[in-house]
């Protein structure tokens, strides 16, 4: 691995740890029904065109600092083909949060486009 490998590496890993509660906020938000682990992955995987791909242990980390800090709500679901399951859903102060947490994403991402404007991409 170069060392520009391994600098992006670093970058995409500190930015990732900002952005995944963002995100699993919001796929919990558009969500019809409480949804699994492994669908939100799925779900992320699918719709952020691979950007968050490939953390799927890392999401239950995020999930459960998320449910502790109020945000989710989850129960267990025994499951026919496996283990139990447990499944997430946004709660009222989540939804508010992540009200606050967008307009926060959209200012930061307007500001930081705003300073790359005119870069070679």
Do not use: C
């Amino acid at each position: 691995m170069t060392e520009l490998d391994s600098q992006l590496r670093k970058f995409q890993k500190e930015l990732s740890a900002g952005t995944v509660s963002l995100a699993l906020l919001a796929v919990l938000s558009a969500a019809q029904e409480p949804m699994y682990g492994y669908q939100i992955a799925k779900r992320l995987e699918r719709e952020g065109e691979g950007v968050l791909s490939g953390k799927q242990s890392a999401l239950y980390p995020v999930l459960r600092n998320l449910g502790a800090a109020g945000l989710l709500d989850s129960y267990v679901e025994p499951s026919v083909t496996g283990p139990p399951r447990r499944y997430y859903r946004i709660t009222e102060t989540g939804q508010a949060v992540l009200h606050e947490w967008v307009q926060a994403w959209r200012a930061t991402r307007d500001s930081v486009d705003s300073v790359l404007q005119g870069l070679i991409a």
